[in-house]
């Protein structure tokens, strides 16, 4: 029973079931440990079914489906792939719904994808673009939903997204609203839609509204990971965030600990304020983990989410909801569990000779290069991961391992402070908030106001130039303002303009600050702070030839390079880099901001990708078209990194001094 409509016909009708989502990692890596954590995650939470993303114009298509093979197929979950329809051949669209059904996939959401643009999007070198051009017969989802049907019958149990604030078009911002939304939706349901699950949300009132509406039971909730994230999903998907919210994350928006325990306890409070109203049938909670698992674990359990189940080690647990049971200490490098009733929510570990059994994938080189004795351990080679370790010895202590308690826990949940493409790449949630791939995050009339028509170089360095000076607020490869750090060295960054070299990153040196520090402070605020100063860029490839010599007689700074053609170069490709660090009452250092080869390059493919899109903002043939071609196949990209940051002018008198 793999549909999703039936598995959830099956429910009591007073029920509460959740569901997980997932997006397919960037590096090989990541999804090693990806693998690792579906499965303790599968194990110790039971979700109804899980969801795999799409990247935009079918960008992860190969990765997404390897995936949902992982999640249905290996892991046996009830999967539901994400398709869209839009900017993409119609043959791939064909060949993901057949590898679906060949995988066992039965349930597809629906998605239109961004825009179609089909003048921009198209392979004209291929001679069967134009029959090939997805955009011929899906503009909306609703044409993808038809021809599912019309192609599979009722295999697919077939989803659509719905909107509790409305679905805000870039291109028409001015229509957001249920209401204007509404028609819409109940085409698709016509069309042959099973089920609606609703998009981002943090306002309850507004989906209860939504509910009364369609009396819809498909929640859709993001637990918050960060301040950032937290500010720029809201803003990506046009979701608005109570005062009240607001308020408190903003009272803790310098530490990552507090405010990921502020955000445990709103979704804890947003889920009950939804279960406690009245409904007519099974409700669901949909999560979108951000591939992390901590937090979302601690939500469901707090929230009694977790289905009840045998353990393999008998425990008793309170209101036929998941044992809670207490892991007090080990033998042969198994937790021992006790009865829960006798020491509830004193859930602890005790590691005293014993080996962990959570390990995180590295490469080789790494492994043998950056690991200490005591880290060691805590790896497995990635040639290795596919081993099989000793199995956890219950369910319970699987499910304290995924809440981050003990040592174990802290080796499962390593990754737990996301950082963007600032962070390691090895975690499954490097690089990504959402999955989707690719993507301007504005319309093309928004880029046009924002970036214009640019026919020269100078136009493009006037570009970069007017974001320093805050007369734009956002660049293809940056949809914010920039903030009071990097305003400590606009000079610097002009400078680099004035070159011709074009900065998508950087951050000045700092030694020592307090971690309450204003505008250089982070986490919490009883300890110190320190940067070394990077700068990242694209220049051109004859320029980045003469500045290449000069740094190889440097050995003060690391660089690495790439071009879209990937010619990657670096002065040292194995280092890694942590570039930014905290010392704190209590803890390890943490460094939350590392450069290594890996995720450079995973970035820089991006990155290139990114000016792809700009690219295809402008009609094929146009003067702007083909100067970011030219630029696209010249330019490189590169991350300098000063490693003598207690001197002052380290990194800028290099870069700007003798130019």
């Not at 892991?75 to 539901?80: D, R, V």
């Not at 080796?411 to 301007?440: C, H, K, M, Q």
């Not at 490709?573 to 660090?581: D, G, L, R, Y």
């Amino acid at each position: 029973m793999d549909r999703l409509t039936d598995k959830i016909a099956a429910l009591p009708p007073d029920s509460n079931y959740f569901s997980l989502e997932f997006f397919p990692p960037k590096t090989q890596q990541g999804f090693a440990n990806l693998q690792a954590r579906l499965s303790r995650m599968s194990q110790a939470l039971r979700p109804l079914f899980v969801n795999v993303t799409w990247g935009a114009g079918g960008s992860t298509s190969a990765k997404s489906l390897a995936l949902a093979e992982l999640t249905q197929r290996s892991l046996g979950l009830t999967t539901c792939l994400h398709l869209t329809c839009t900017n993409m051949s119609r043959k791939l669209v064909d060949e993901a719904l057949e590898q679906a059904k060949v995988l066992g996939v039965r349930n597809i959401l629906a998605l239109r994808g961004d825009p179609p643009r089909s003048e921009e999007y198209r392979d004209d070198s291929n001679p069967n673009a134009e029959e090939d051009d997805s955009n011929k017969d899906f503009t909306w989802a609703v044409d993808l939903v038809q021809y599912i049907r019309k192609q599979y019958g009722d295999y697919f149990c077939i989803g659509v997204a719905g909107y509790p604030e409305g679905h805000s078009d870039q291109s028409h911002p001015e229509h957001q609203s249920v209401e204007h939304d509404l028609p819409y939706l109940v085409e698709k349901t016509k069309a042959g839609a099973d089920f609606i699950m609703t998009q981002l949300f943090y306002d309850v009132q507004a989906y209860q509204k939504y509910e009364r509406q369609l009396r819809e039971h498909e929640s859709g909730l993001m637990p918050v990971q960060s301040y950032q994230i937290l500010r720029r999903t809201t803003k990506l998907s046009h979701s608005s965030l109570p005062p009240e919210l607001l308020k408190r994350f903003e009272a803790v928006k310098g530490d990552d600990e507090a405010v990921k325990r502020v955000g445990v306890d709103v979704i804890s409070e947003i889920v009950q304020a939804m279960k406690d109203m009245p409904g007519q049938g099974p409700r669901g909670f949909h999560f979108y983990t951000l591939n992390l698992e901590k937090v979302v674990t601690q939500i469901l359990e707090r929230s009694d989410l977790i289905p009840p189940s045998t353990p393999m080690v008998a425990a008793n647990g309170r209101n036929g909801n998941v044992e809670e049971a207490i892991a007090e200490h080990e033998s042969d490098g198994f937790l021992i569990v006790e009865d829960g009733k006798k020491t509830r929510h004193r859930r602890q570990s005790s590691m005293a000779n014993s080996q962990p059994r959570n390990r995180l994938v590295v490469s080789r080189e790494r492994a043998s290069s950056t690991s200490s004795n005591r880290t060691a351990a805590l790896q497995a080679r990635e040639d290795e991961a596919g081993v099989p370790m000793e199995e956890i010895n219950s369910r319970a202590n699987t499910l304290a391992i995924s809440e981050g308690q003990g040592e174990m826990g802290r080796e499962a949940t390593w990754d737990d402070f996301p950082n963007g493409r600032w962070g390691d790449a090895r975690s499954p949630a490097y690089g990504e908030i959402d999955g989707y791939g690719v993507s301007l995050h504005v319309s093309t009339p928004e880029a046009m106001r924002l970036w214009g028509r640019p026919t020269s170089v100078e136009d493009i360095s006037n570009v970069f130039r007017r974001h320093l000076e805050g007369e734009i607020n956002a660049m293809p490869w940056s949809e914010d303002a920039l903030q009071p750090e990097t305003l400590t060295i606009k000079e610097q960054l002009l400078g680099m303009i004035e070159k011709g070299w074009w900065t998508v990153a950087s951050q000045p040196a700092v030694n020592g600050l307090r971690s309450s520090d204003p505008v250089f402070g982070w986490g919490p605020k009883n300890g110190f702070v320190f940067q070394k100063p990077f700068v990242e860029f694209f220049l051109s490839s004859s320029d980045w030839k003469k500045l290449r010599a000069e740094l190889d007689q440097d050995d003060e700074v690391t660089y690495f390079a790439d071009n879209a053609a990937g010619d990657f170069v670096s002065s040292d490709a194995e280092s890694v880099n942590p570039v930014t660090w905290g010392t704190f009452a209590g803890k390890e250092i943490i460094t939350p901001t590392i450069i290594e080869k890996v995720s450079f390059r995973a970035w820089c493919e991006e990155a290139f990708g990114i000016l792809a899109e700009w690219q295809k903002v402008h009609k094929p043939g146009s003067e702007s078209s083909k100067l970011l071609e030219r630029i696209r196949k010249d330019y490189y990209l590169v991350n300098i990194i000063s490693h003598a940051f207690v001197e002052k002018g380290a990194l800028w008198d290099k870069l700007l001094g003798g130019h």
